[in-house]
């Protein structure tokens, strides 16, 4: 079977939203274009429960299941284990895929995430960013331009990792780089 790469992207991007009924050799290119693309987990999710599906393609679908819901429960506990450092003097949002899993979006189903991303106010970065350091999360030794790239040029601090956890932590003060042409006050959120 011979599919032009354009047509088996749009079969996948059809197949995140609803069930797809297509010959196992089609599934086959939809599982590796999904896989390379991080969207087998929200794949399996649509596809959960369709009953055209090999057991072929239905043991692909539930290893990705799995692993998404791995992710999730490493996710969960990383939030759950943050949430004591946000006190209320300040508000702190969580992004992206941590927003979509606290607030249960249906989209959230079957997504892998690969960090945290928190929004505090430019004025408590530094205050969140020592909360954070004093309940173990470190950030990787850094030469003194990346640091100064993180301090002055970029819209977070440098990643932290939490020893022996799965997640990263990326703590934002804006949304997009503050020395951007499209910068915003990210305030409104």
């Not at 990792?161 to 997640?167: A, I, K």
Request: charged letters at 25%.
């Amino acid at each position: 079977m011979i599919t032009h790469p354009a047509a088996d992207c749009a079969l996948l991007l059809r197949g995140l939203h609803e069930a797809l009924e297509i010959p196992e050799a089609r599934w086959d290119r939809v599982l590796r274009l999904a896989r390379m693309t991080g969207l087998h987990g929200r794949l399996a999710a649509a596809n959960a429960d369709n009953p055209t599906v090999s057991e072929r393609v239905r043991r692909h679908l539930l290893s990705a299941t799995r692993m998404a819901d791995f992710s999730a429960r490493m996710l969960d506990a990383e939030l759950r284990d943050v949430a004591p450092l946000c006190g209320g003097d300040f508000p702190v949002i969580a992004l992206k895929g941590g927003a979509y899993a606290l607030q249960a979006l249906g989209f959230a189903r079957g997504r892998f995430v690969s960090d945290i991303d928190l929004l505090v106010p430019a004025r408590a970065l530094r205050t969140m960013e020592a909360r954070l350091h004093a309940a173990g999360w470190e950030s990787a030794a850094l030469d003194p331009y990346d640091e100064r790239y993180y301090r002055d040029w970029s819209h977070e601090t440098p990643p932290l990792r939490f020893p022996g956890h799965f997640l990263e932590l990326d703590l934002h003060h804006a949304i997009t780089p503050v020395t951007g042409r499209r910068h915003f006050d990210p305030a409104p959120l």
